[in-house]
């Protein structure tokens, strides 16, 4: 990894402009991929390390782990602000960038579990959408073992949803688009180990269960155009990860080590206004669960 873990990325080296093309199909599609970001060592490195943590924790990472685990694992804030993935997400949002939340999504092989078709911004409560999640994949992602699928275009305006209960569904608020939906033009977003979809706030997306032998496991960053907060201006928190801090939340430190405990207690705090703010609405969806994803 090539990020600094305590400055902040302003004039670190570049390297992961997109083409005019690239940024072309995310204006008109709400999506764009593949971005290479990881050789192959790195990306089989940041697997084994997630895999080493899942192993001390009974094979699965504890949904309270898995919210902005990049406040608590050094490897992941240096790539919340790899110059790979920040350089591209700069010239879609713009030179002042937040990182407002990450997790790892993955199925196991046989996992029935989905993604039902969402925007992420339904329940972010920006002040606008200018927001975009990078999903770095840290295995093949493809359709037989459930990558993400995106209906291309629909990232102009928002549209209602409605919070469901099914167990196997991946959301927080298990949440999904009303309208009737063309699933037939949906694109499969198919990625090697290393490399990253980026997708917009309001693109709607999902994903199906992974009916193959194979695990899929991406680590999805949630980046926001810094001078966007919280709708009403409530309070959050986020990590400023390039350019200028416009004052909207207060700011995220990096982990000392791995699992630190004064990042340990910070992480806990970031975590009640995460959660606060993605529930705060709907108590009884928080109720006793975390979702497997923000
Ligand atoms: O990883 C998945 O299956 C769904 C991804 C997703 O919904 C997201 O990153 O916003």
Redesign the pocket.
């Known amino acids: 990894m090539t990020g600094k873990r305590t400055g902040q990325a302003n004039g670190g080296p570049r390297s992961g402009r997109l083409t005019e093309a690239q940024r072309k199909t995310y204006a008109r599609d709400g999506v764009v991929f593949p971005v290479d970001v990881l050789d192959g060592a790195e990306v089989a490195d940041c697997l084994r390390r997630l895999e080493a943590v899942e192993a001390e924790r009974a094979g699965r990472l504890p949904p309270a782990l898995n919210a902005k685990p990049h406040l608590l694992l050094t490897w992941l804030w240096d790539l919340v602000h790899d110059p790979r993935i920040v350089d591209a997400v700069e010239e879609l949002i713009g030179p002042d960038v937040l990182c407002w939340g990450t997790s790892f999504?993955s199925k196991t092989g046989h996992d029935d579990r989905f993604?039902s078709w969402h925007q992420?911004a339904t329940h972010w409560k920006l002040a606008r959408p200018a927001a975009l999640?990078a999903?770095l994949a840290l295995t093949p992602s493809r359709r037989d073992n459930?990558c993400?699928r995106v209906l291309p275009g629909t990232h102009l305006a928002p549209v209602p949803h409605e919070d469901t209960t099914d167990r196997d569904n991946m959301l927080g608020r298990k949440e999904r688009v009303l309208e009737p939906l063309d699933v037939s033009r949906a694109i499969d977003v198919e990625l090697e180990p290393g490399q990253m979809s980026l997708h917009h706030a309001l693109v709607i997306?999902?994903?199906d269960p992974n009916r193959s032998g194979r695990r899929r496991t991406?680590f999805?960053i949630r980046y926001v155009a810094g001078n966007v907060g919280q709708a009403g201006g409530r309070r959050n928190l986020a990590t400023l990860v390039r350019g200028r801090d416009h004052g909207l939340y207060e700011l995220e430190q990096a982990p000392e080590a791995d699992f630190h405990p004064d990042a340990a207690a910070r992480h806990a705090r970031s975590l009640r206004a995460g959660m606060s703010m993605i529930f705060d609405d709907n108590p009884s969806a928080h109720a006793g669960r975390r979702p497997d994803?923000d």
């Open positions: 999504i993604v992420d999640t999903w459930g993400v997306h999902g994903s991406g999805a994803r």
